[in-house]
């Protein structure tokens, strides 16, 4: 599993997952918020995956320089960070254009029946 994961499971979970992904909740939040494009996403997981690589050599002892745990621990981060940024806008859409579009599950949302402000 350590080769798979590029580093023991206790630090993916505990360090990628909660602490970074937690990072990367806030993240999609606030990229959403500012109505960047989905090219922040990436740049900033980037980012949050050199400091979880860091981090985990610093307090855990992995690899510094392990190019799949790098990877494998950076999608991870992305996902997160992804899903809550996609989230984020179907929200922010739906409620700042409330006569033009209504929900459609949690990522998506669509035109409300009738076509907004032709009524």
């Known amino acids: 599993m350590d080769a798979v994961l590029g580093s023991s499971l206790s630090v993916f979970v505990f360090l990628t997952i909660l602490v970074f992904g937690g990072f990367g909740v806030l993240t999609g939040q606030t990229l959403a918020e500012g109505w960047k494009p989905i090219s922040a996403v ?17 307090l855990a002892g992995e690899t510094l320089l392990a190019p799949w745990g790098f990877i494998v621990h950076t999608a991870a981060i992305a996902a997160i960070t992804a899903t809550t940024y996609r989230m984020a806008i179907a929200r922010k859409m739906v409620n ?15 035109e409300r029946a009738g076509g907004g402000l032709a009524e």
């Open 42 to 58: 990436w740049a900033y997981s980037l980012l949050l995956g050199v400091g979880d690589r860091f981090l985990a050599w610093g």
């Open 96 to 110: 700042q254009y409330p006569w033009i579009y209504e929900r459609f599950g949690p990522f998506h949302w669509r």
